[in-house]
């Protein structure tokens, strides 16, 4: 049996380099996927993994121990996004919000634009259409549940935002997704 | 419900069935590479700059050990300590042989006098050059009371006459500027 996460992460502190290296094998995949597909650009991934990554190493000393290395890592990374979104032309979606109605995600789940996207016969390509078609906040909440399996709470802590929002936003992009697989 | 759940867990290994998308290899050898360069100190070029700065220094300190040797050595001829001990030497001596060992001393550029160039007092008297018969020196000559005539023949340097001219004068200017 490995060390965890946090043991490793507590010895990168004291400068293990060997450690570091291990969580990062660890973590590289699922946390290069999460990127990807929010941004659906591979030279803008990289630019967002490798600035994650730095900033774990940067951040070691301010890592408590205490706390989930995934929850840790993963906020970094839906930080970068944001930061990401904030950059470009049309800034941070709507969709981040936490005052975003449960009512308006009714109302746009009545479009016909995810319809309109699936194309693929496959059902991973479906599902994965169906995970691009959805809302930037919806596909997060979503990615982080698929990816890593956390919890509602774990996905609230991560995105810091309102659990009871979180887990609407949890709710209706299963929903699409089911839908748009035809499951 | 149930069929959501179960939804849910088809939805959950159709993703999983998507997971074979990977981080590049050559994006793991970067970020690698750069977490590396900063957790290990750059500690050859450290030694690279130690052993340069220590050459560099070594250097310096040698010029300067060289330089304080050469003064050190050049310190002890010093002329003017030489010429000290010789004069104190002298001193004890007759002031004849004192007058000696100083023009002696003296380096050869040094103008050398043979004899006392104040005993031969040229004096302006009415704007006539005259040479003193006696030799008393300056202040003899200025002690004199002012109403007992001189004993100083006053002649015209240039008389009308140049057949008479004194050529008592000509010698003293000779022996002076012969010198």
């Known amino acids: 049996m490995g060390l965890s996460d946090e043991q490793l992460k507590v010895r990168c502190r004291s400068g293990d380099y060997a450690a570091f290296e291990q969580l990062y094998h660890r973590h590289k995949n699922p946390l290069y996927r999460f990127i990807y597909r929010q941004c659906a650009d591979e030279e803008l991934t990289k630019d967002i993994v490798q600035d994650v990554w730095l900033s774990i190493h940067r951040a070691c000393g301010s890592y408590v121990p205490s706390a989930k290395f995934t929850t840790w890592l993963y906020r970094i990374a839906h930080n970068r996004v944001i930061d990401y979104y904030r950059r470009s032309r049309n800034g941070v979606p709507i969709s981040y919000d936490d005052s975003f109605a449960e009512e308006q995600w009714l109302n746009m789940e009545n479009s016909n634009e995810p319809e309109q996207i699936i194309q693929s016969a496959q059902e991973t390509e479906r599902l994965l259409s169906a995970i691009e078609s959805l809302q930037e906040a919806q596909r997060e909440v979503a990615l982080l549940h698929l990816e890593m399996g956390f919890s509602v709470s774990e996905i609230a802590n991560i995105m810091q935002s309102n659990p009871e929002t979180t887990k609407s936003r949890l709710r209706y992009a299963l929903k699409k997704i089911r839908e748009q697989v035809s499951l | ?179």
């Open chain 2, 1 to 179: 419900m149930n069929d959501n759940s179960h939804s849910d867990e088809r939805i959950q290994r159709l993703y999983n069935q998507t997971k074979n998308l990977r981080s590049p290899i050559e994006l793991d050898d970067f970020i690698l590479g750069q977490i590396r360069a900063l957790e290990e100190p750059p500690i050859p070029a450290a030694n690279d700059k130690w052993w340069l700065y220590g050459s560099v220094a070594a250097s310096i300190l040698l010029i300067f050990i060289v330089q304080f040797q050469g003064a050190d050595k050049a310190s002890p001829i010093r002329p003017e300590s030489v010429e000290i001990t010789e004069l104190a030497t002298v001193e004890k001596t007759p002031p004849s042989v004192q007058e000696k060992g100083k023009k002696s001393q003296l380096p050869k550029m040094f103008f050398q006098r043979t004899e006392d160039i104040n005993n031969k007092v040229v004096r302006a008297c009415n704007g006539v050059l005259a040479e003193p018969e006696e030799n008393t020196g300056i202040e003899s000559v200025l002690k004199e009371k002012p109403n007992k005539p001189s004993n100083i023949p006053i002649r015209p340097i240039y008389p009308n006459d140049p057949v008479k001219k004194d050529l008592k004068y000509d010698r003293v200017c000779d022996s002076i500027f012969k010198q």
